[in-house]
């Protein structure tokens, strides 16, 4: 059972649009939600984070929403740069200092120059 | 300060062998996580271990081990090899046991393929 869903498999935008990469998810226990960048033959490496007491957290570019009562939560990217494009993970773990990472299949994001 | 450094880099085992991956956590973090990445699942958790103690395993047969030494360097190993282990396997550390607001630091990986 997929607890962490991101449907879109890939995104390709126009450099200096917006990109909007979407997740879902199913377990309500869920507090804590990371996004993880990765390119090819690098391990993932995190970007943003957010807990379920805050909708909105901003770092520069990156955005991250979280709608806790749709189970959704998207990641903006404003303005897309060729650099980013990459593999974006979503994860999230419940709340509980023994509670471990569950992953999303990964959004493969393609910039266009 | 040095990353995760995951060793081999590459792998290229038959059906029946067993493989052992090294991981060696960032100076200073006592928790190492495991993941296995394939195309189709996305990261899937292996287990994690913190201060030598395995805390958490994820949904994989026990031909999947792992273990942690002293000094937190990790190593996982994988017998009787199927087909289907092929994978990159990625090795994470954090300062503290992997919960609550803590990130992950991940390696480059160890890419195992299974002829």
């Known amino acids: 059972d997929q607890q962490v869903k991101q449907n879109s498999p890939s995104l390709s935008v126009q450099e200096g649009r917006i990109s909007i990469l979407n997740c879902d998810y199913t377990?309500?226990?869920?507090?804590?939600f990371l996004w993880y960048k990765k390119y090819p033959a690098e391990g993932p490496t995190f970007l943003i984070s957010?807990?379920?007491?805050?909708d909105k957290n901003e770092d520069g570019r990156f955005t991250v929403f979280l709608n806790k009562s749709a189970k959704h939560l998207s990641l903006h990217i404003v303005p897309s740069q060729p650099g980013d494009s990459a593999v974006y993970f979503c994860?999230?773990?419940?709340?509980?200092?023994?509670?471990?990472?569950?992953f999303g299949k990964g959004i493969t994001l393609s910039v266009r120059p | 300060k040095a990353g995760v450094t995951q060793t081999p880099r590459y792998l290229i085992k038959t059906r029946g062998q067993q493989v052992t991956l090294s991981c060696s956590p960032i100076?200073?973090?006592?928790?190492v996580s495991w993941y296995q990445q394939t195309p189709g699942q996305g990261l899937q958790f292996l287990f994690e271990?913190?201060?030598?103690?395995?805390?958490n395993k994820g949904n994989f047969p026990g031909r999947f081990s792992g273990r942690q030494f002293s000094n937190s360097r990790s190593e996982m190993n994988v017998s009787t090899l199927e087909l289907g282990d092929s994978a990159l396997y990625l090795c994470?550390?954090?300062?503290?046991?992997?919960?609550?607001?803590?990130?992950?630091?991940f390696g480059s990986g160890t890419q195992l393929s299974v002829l």
């Open positions: 994470a550390s954090s300062p503290a046991p992997a919960g609550g607001n803590e990130k992950l630091f």
């Open positions: 377990n309500s226990m869920f507090d804590y």
């Open positions: 957010i807990s379920s007491i805050k």
């Open positions: 994860a999230a773990r419940p709340t509980g200092a023994n509670s471990k990472l569950t």
């Open positions: 100076s200073g973090h006592r928790s």
């Open positions: 271990y913190f201060s030598e103690t395995q805390r």
